[in-house]
């Protein structure tokens, strides 16, 4: 099992990111997907998840700024983040959500806001 996350980088507040995840070892199309950060200090936190069906639920704190989608040809989950704050500077996983036995989980991208 695989979750490869991408994407991350240096960017200035206002600016956007693209984040990827390449995923791979299970069965991509049926699985929920999501993106979860974690500032230092802090604990992980979802930011989005995108179901089977394309559902789609975000935080609060990026609604109307990000964007998660899914291909599932490819087995790519993909988080377009818009608007970039310093408070969104965090590490990024891109993990399976499975509620009853414990997310699976790749290594996180580093986003930092900053100028």
């Known amino acids: 099992v695989q979750l490869q996350a991408s994407g991350g980088g240096l960017v200035q507040p206002g600016g956007s990111l693209r984040l990827s995840c390449a995923a791979s070892?299970?069965?991509?199309?049926?699985?929920?997907m999501g993106w979860y950060r974690q500032a230092p200090g802090k604990q992980r936190e979802l930011v989005a998840r995108?179901?089977?069906?394309?559902?789609?639920n975000y935080a609060d704190f990026v609604k109307g700024r990000f964007t998660i989608s899914r291909d599932n040809a490819k087995n790519m989950v993909y988080l377009q983040m818009n608007n970039l704050k310093p408070e969104d500077s965090a590490l990024y996983y891109c993990?399976?959500?499975?509620?009853?036995?414990?997310?699976?989980w790749g290594h996180g991208t580093l986003v930092t806001v900053s100028s």
């Open positions: 993990a399976r959500i499975l509620p009853l036995s414990g997310n699976w």
């Open positions: 995108i179901g089977n069906d394309g559902d789609r």
């Open positions: 070892g299970f069965t991509f199309s049926s699985s929920v």
